[in-house]
Nanobody, 116 residues
Framework: QVQLVESGGGLVQAGGSLRLSCAAS????????LGWYRQAPGKERELVAR???????TYADSVKGRFTISRDNAKTTVYLQMNSLKPEDTAVYYC??????????WGQGTQVTVSS
């Protein structure tokens, strides 16, 4: 069974930084796209950042220049470095993996709270 284990969420003051991690139990040969989504109370889940096997990245306009998605050399752990955090970044953050046969897997979610 595929597992995505997230860590790194927490409470931080506005302007601070957090780094989220997500370790996937899939083989690197199975992983296609890696990404992070978030869902704030009363809002739909939205894409935050995405990383393709070729290294291309996509970011939500609201986080461009502040967040960076990356992966480790084994390519089975994905990170989200979040700098200059704002109260509007408060949400539950979910790791997402799409494999090469287009199955989607989700982490359990980690809470990020930014105080003003």
């Amino acid at each position: 069974q595929v597992q995505l284990v997230e860590s790194g969420g927490g409470l931080v003051q506005a302007g601070g930084s957090l780094r989220l991690s997500c370790a996937a139990s899939l083989s690197i040969f199975s992983i296609n796209v890696l990404g992070w989504y978030r869902q704030a109370p009363g809002k739909e889940r939205e894409l935050v950042a995405r990383l393709t096997p070729g290294g291309s990245t996509t970011y939500a306009d609201s986080v461009k220049g502040r967040f960076t998605i990356s992966r480790d050399n084994a390519k089975t752990t994905v990170y989200l470095q979040m700098n200059s955090l704002k109260p509007e970044d408060t949400a539950v953050y979910y790791c997402h993996v799409r494999d090469r046969i287009f199955r989607d897997f989700w982490g359990q979610g980690t809470q990020v709270t930014v105080s003003s």
